[in-house]
């Protein structure tokens, strides 16, 4: 990889940071809205592998919000809509390509554990709590996003100093298909991007320990503190 392509993000954080993410491998899990985002700017930035699971195929309702995925795509994979779209944009970068849906604990232990961080981009709860319960048990970095309607959150969780997700999301809303404004996930998704890269290069303040929250329709975001709940079935 060429150091003059991240040339401005290199005068954010340094030579010896962007070497770091040029040499990081990270989990993507899920290619929709927040994917999308996440996996675009984690490819610009210079992530030297992506590993990139998802199960589902294109759909015409997918397009408003999962910016990876074109009316050409319809009936296409998503893993490899996605693979396209990011070699172009940055061909420096390694992809590994699982279609796959994540439901058993021990497959997701062998995606996690080869990777450095993992970006929860699911659409459902139940494989949501299986990649947290994979990362608390690998000691692995995982970036949290969720979103519906105009609003969501996102969270950083480092086991095991922090909270894990169940702690903090004891009763999820477990739902089918949910409302989406196209831009919401696009937002969480850069943030879990960059969350992402200050947890390679150890830059800045990550929100480990807290929750943000964003509402779209007020325009407002706020920050809320978190912590490890007693008796966690997956972290305690």
Same mark, same amino acid.
């Given at each position: 990889?060429?150091?003059?392509?991240?040339?401005?993000?290199?005068?954010?954080?340094?030579?010896?940071?962007?070497? $770091?993410?040029?040499?990081?491998?990270?989990?993507?899990?899920?290619?929709?809205?927040?994917?999308?985002?996440?996996?675009?700017?984690?490819?610009?930035?210079?992530?030297?592998?992506?590993?990139?699971?998802?199960? %589902?195929?294109?759909?015409?309702?997918? *397009? !408003?919000?999962?910016?990876?995925?074109?009316?050409?795509?319809?009936?296409?994979?998503?893993?490899?809509?996605?693979?396209? #779209?990011?070699?172009?944009? &940055?061909?420096?970068? &390694?992809?590994?390509?699982?279609?796959?849906?994540?439901?058993?604990?021990?497959?997701?232990?062998? *995606?996690?554990?080869?990777? %450095?961080?993992?970006?929860?981009?699911?659409? !459902?709860?139940?494989?949501?709590?299986?990649? &947290?319960?994979?990362?608390?048990?690998?000691? #692995?970095?995982?970036?949290?996003?969720?979103?519906?309607?105009? #609003?969501?959150?996102?969270?950083?969780?480092? @086991?095991?100093?922090? @909270?894990?997700?169940?702690?903090?999301?004891? &009763? @999820?809303?477990?739902?089918?298909?949910?409302?989406?404004?196209?831009?919401?996930?696009?937002?969480?998704?850069?943030?879990?991007?960059?969350? $992402?890269?200050?947890?390679?290069?150890?830059?800045?303040?990550?929100? $480990?320990?807290?929750?943000?929250?964003?509402?779209?329709?007020?325009?407002?975001?706020?920050?809320?503190?978190?912590?490890?709940?007693? !008796?966690? @079935?997956?972290?305690?």
């Amino acid at each position: 990889m060429h150091l003059s392509r991240y040339l401005r993000q290199i005068q954010v954080w340094g030579v010896e940071a962007q070497e $770091t993410i040029m040499s990081s491998t990270v989990l993507v899990a899920g290619l929709g809205g927040l994917g999308s985002a996440a996996s675009l700017y984690l490819a610009a930035a210079g992530v030297r592998k992506l590993v990139l699971v998802d199960h %589902d195929v294109v759909k015409e309702s997918d *397009l !408003n919000r999962q910016v990876l995925h074109w009316t050409r795509d319809l009936g296409a994979l998503k893993v490899e809509s996605a693979e396209e #779209k990011l070699r172009s944009l &940055n061909p420096d970068v &390694n992809f590994v390509l699982y279609r796959e849906k994540l439901e058993s604990l021990s497959r997701v232990e062998e *995606l996690v554990r080869e990777v %450095d961080v993992v970006v929860d981009a699911l659409d !459902n709860w139940t494989s949501r709590f299986l990649l &947290n319960r994979a990362c608390v048990n690998l000691g #692995k970095p995982f970036v949290h996003a969720a979103v519906e309607g105009l #609003k969501g959150w996102l969270t950083v969780i480092h @086991p095991p100093h922090t @909270p894990c997700l169940a702690c903090i999301l004891s &009763n @999820p809303p477990e739902k089918g298909s949910v409302p989406v404004a196209g831009p919401l996930p696009g937002i969480l998704g850069c943030m879990q991007a960059l969350e $992402t890269l200050k947890v390679i290069t150890g830059f800045g303040k990550t929100l $480990t320990g807290r929750l943000l929250f964003f509402d779209g329709l007020e325009g407002s975001v706020e920050i809320y503190e978190v912590r490890k709940k007693v !008796n966690c @079935p997956a972290c305690s």
